[in-house]
């Protein structure tokens, strides 16, 4: 009979392009389906940092590498408080951020950075943060990531889709690219999405490898894109119980 054999182990879903069963490329139709049912699922995803504006949300952003946003709502609070815009930011010594953002990580190099954004801003910008991807990736410490978020989520001017470690592993799992780089995920599912989708796609992918497309232990069972995710047929898709290991033979004296 067919079917897998009665003593393998079930292997779990991969990214980066691994582990996946063959699967024809992806389309604009058949990534529109997907996209359809991610909004079903998380109609109201929306990016997690909190901020009001968009010189907050930038900060978030440069705050959030190497940390988790739930991490960096604790710590900007305060750090607004003591500087609501660019030009108190820029004011700042390095000595008196880096006590406020400690608890993000790195917060040597991102207080360098924070300071070097806000004094380029104030300096070339007048103190308003820039709306243009050219201008944003021109601040220190602001990549193409980081200036996507701001563009799309602060602005409502997509420039590309933001690509985090969840859509990198997503997009890699759901087939719709092979790509290990940022920037060539980015631009193979810019292919595949309209623009006015970039961002609400982008939001509800990272809200959906959160919640449900787990890194170690995705949750294949209540996914509702696993009828059409190649990865899904590499993890059990119903409850198993723990193998019980074979008792081993005593050997007679």
Not at 57 to 83: E, G
Not at 136 to 151: D, W
Request: aromatic content about 4%; glycine content about 6%.
């Amino acid at each position: 009979m067919g079917g897998r054999p009665r003593n393998s182990t079930p292997q779990p879903a991969r990214g980066a392009g691994n582990g996946t069963r063959r699967a024809a490329p992806p389309t604009p139709e058949s990534t529109a389906v997907i996209a359809a049912l991610l909004a079903e699922k998380w109609p109201d995803a929306v990016v997690e940092l909190d901020h009001t504006n968009a010189y907050e949300l930038l900060v978030a952003t440069i705050l959030s590498a190497q940390s988790t946003d739930k991490m960096i709502n604790t710590i900007t609070p305060a750090l607004f408080a003591t500087y609501p815009d660019a030009t108190a930011l820029s004011r700042a010594t390095q000595e008196e951020i880096e006590p406020l953002i400690f608890k993000s990580g790195f917060y040597r190099n991102k207080a360098k950075s924070l300071l070097g954004m806000a004094r380029a801003v104030v300096e070339r910008r007048g103190g308003q943060i820039p709306d243009t991807m050219e201008a944003l990736i021109e601040l220190p410490g602001v990549a193409r990531k980081t200036a996507n978020v701001v563009l799309g989520s602060a602005f409502q001017k997509p420039a590309g889709i933001v690509v985090d470690t969840h859509v990198m592993r997503c997009a890699n799992r759901l087939g719709l690219t092979t790509e290990t780089d940022p920037v060539k995920i980015e631009q193979d599912l810019m292919k595949l999405l309209p623009r006015e989708q970039w961002t609400p796609f982008a939001h509800r992918l990272i809200w959906h490898g959160r919640r449900v497309c787990h890194a170690k232990q995705p949750d294949c069972n209540n996914c509702l894109l696993a009828p059409r995710c190649p990865s899904a047929a590499l993890v059990e898709l119903a409850p198993t119980k723990q193998a019980i290991k074979p008792e081993r033979t005593r050997k007679r004296a």
